[in-house]
């Protein structure tokens, strides 16, 4: 059973535009949740996080969005830059059990 | 400060047989995760270690089996071989013990191979 989906498994989008990564979840004990970027060949490297308690977290060029009624996160990134072309996992978590639960991940490629 | 490292970085098997990874965590992190990572599925979380116990366990097998030592440093071991254990096994660590509150830290992975 996925409790976390990310439903594209690659995008696709112009340098300079909008992208929107989403993503669902299905544990109604998940309160706190993150994004990761990966590169080939290295491990996944921390992005941006977002509490339940919050529905906009902001970094940057990288927001995540918190819809708790609908059990989505999105991450958008403005402006896309070619260097944002990496997979991208969102993660959950329920404070009470200390694990990560991951999705499948979404390939980006922002092109020039 | 140096990073998360696992070795080997790159192995080959063949069914049946098993094998060892080691990970290193960041000086200072006691907290080690393990993730099995396939196409499709994303990272699949394995177990975490904090001071020597394991504290927490995925749904895998009996075969994939870890532990702590008192550097902090973590093994994981996989007996019995199969096909589909192919994947990239990473390792995570972080400064406290409640992943919600740290962001992990990952290594670069060892990509193991089973022919």
């Known amino acids: 059973d996925q409790q976390v989906k990310q439903n594209s498994p690659s995008l696709s989008v112009q340098e300079g535009r909008i992208s929107i990564l989403n993503c669902d979840y299905t544990n109604s004990m998940f309160d706190y949740f993150l994004w990761y970027k990966k590169y080939p060949a290295e491990g996944p490297t921390f992005l941006i996080s977002?509490?339940?308690?919050?529905d906009k977290n902001e970094d940057g060029r990288f927001t995540v969005f918190l819809n708790k009624s609908a059990k989505h996160l999105s991450l958008h990134i403005v402006p896309s830059q070619p260097g944002d072309s990496a997979v991208y996992f969102c993660?959950?978590?329920?404070?009470?059990?200390?694990?990560?639960?991951f999705g499948q991940g979404t390939t980006l490629q922002v092109k020039p | 400060k140096a990073g998360v490292t696992q070795t080997p970085r790159y192995l080959i098997k063949t069914r049946g047989q098993q094998v060892t990874l080691s990970c290193s965590p960041i000086s200072g992190h006691r907290s080690v995760s393990w993730y099995q990572q396939t196409p499709g599925q994303g990272l699949q979380f394995l177990f975490e270690y904090f001071s020597e116990t394991q504290r927490n366990k995925g749904n895998f097998p009996g075969r994939f089996s870890g532990r702590q030592f008192s550097n902090s440093r973590s093994e994981m071991n996989v007996s019995t071989l199969e096909l589909g254990d192919s994947a990239l096994y990473l390792c995570a660590s972080s400064l406290v013990n409640r992943v919600s509150l740290n962001e992990q830290f990952f290594g670069p992975g060892t990509r193991l191979t089973v022919l």
């Open positions: 977002i509490s339940s308690i919050k």
């Open positions: 993660a959950a978590s329920a404070s009470n059990t200390g694990k990560l639960i």
